[in-house]
């Protein structure tokens, strides 16, 4: 039902991609699916379903398949949550992710007019993060090591950090978000990913920089994790 081709083209937007998961359940959904031997296809709905509410943020209860019901009666149960898509469970995320836009955007504003906090790159160093950006979706995109699902994912990834990349910014997440993610690849692939190891090396350096001037730390004070990093590769 939502295997891994599905999971790869999700959209961005969380609203379009839980209308997406109605849509694929309700091609599924028959009264052939009520015999024994497929009631686990409700249950992997059940749990895709649980797993990306929880991954966007959504607090309400879920109901979950009990042991002590038939299995008719999960079944229904699980119908009926997952039509509750366009109802309550649409209605409680709208306002969840309404109200976190609404703050996101203040902040950005507020950075953007100087009344907030905000790290701000020099336009030499907004060049050369575009630069590396670039040519890290250039090695991403043509490596053959890099796992499908994984490639999408942090071509994704970059995609985002470059369309939120301003002179002022409330925020560093999308960076360090980055920078966990190619962790990951980079353990996998040891030197083969050394090119790729090398763009994000540039990246957080002037990261770490901004972040250094705008925290006021004392001038060209080292990142302790960059440096731990790199002394243990000599």
């Known amino acids: 039902m939502f295997d891994d081709d599905f999971i790869e083209n999700l959209p961005d937007d969380n609203w379009e991609t839980l209308k997406l998961i ?3 359940f309700k091609r599924v959904d028959n009264k052939t699916l009520n015999r024994e031997e497929n ?3 409700y249950l992997a709905a059940h749990a895709f379903l649980r797993s990306y509410l929880q991954k966007i943020g959504f607090k309400g209860k879920i109901q979950e398949p009990s042991s002590k019901n038939s299995n008719f009666a999960n079944i229904k149960m699980m119908r009926e949550l997952f039509d509750s898509l366009d109802g309550k469970i649409f209605r409680d995320y709208e306002l969840k992710s309404n109200e976190s836009f609404y703050i996101d955007a203040q902040e950005k504003f507020a950075a953007k007019l100087g009344a907030g906090f905000s790290y701000e790159f020099s336009e030499g160093d907004l060049t050369k993060i575009q630069k590396s950006i670039n040519e890290l979706r250039d090695l991403i995109s043509g490596s053959e090591l890099i796992e499908k699902d994984h490639k999408q994912r942090l071509l994704k990834r970059l995609e985002r950090l470059q369309s939120e990349l301003h002179k002022k910014m409330s925020d560093l997440d ?10 990951v690849m980079i353990r996998k692939l040891g030197e083969d990913a050394k090119p790729i190891a090398d763009r994000i090396k540039d990246i957080m350096n002037i990261v770490w920089r901004t972040q250094a001037r705008s925290e006021e730390l004392e001038s060209g004070a080292p990142n302790p994790f960059l440096k731990q990093n790199n002394e243990s590769d000599e």
Do not use: S
């Open 174 to 183: 999308r960076f360090y978000g980055l920078m966990g993610d190619v962790g």
């Open 39 to 41: 009631f686990q296809v």
């Open 22 to 24: 109605k849509q694929r």
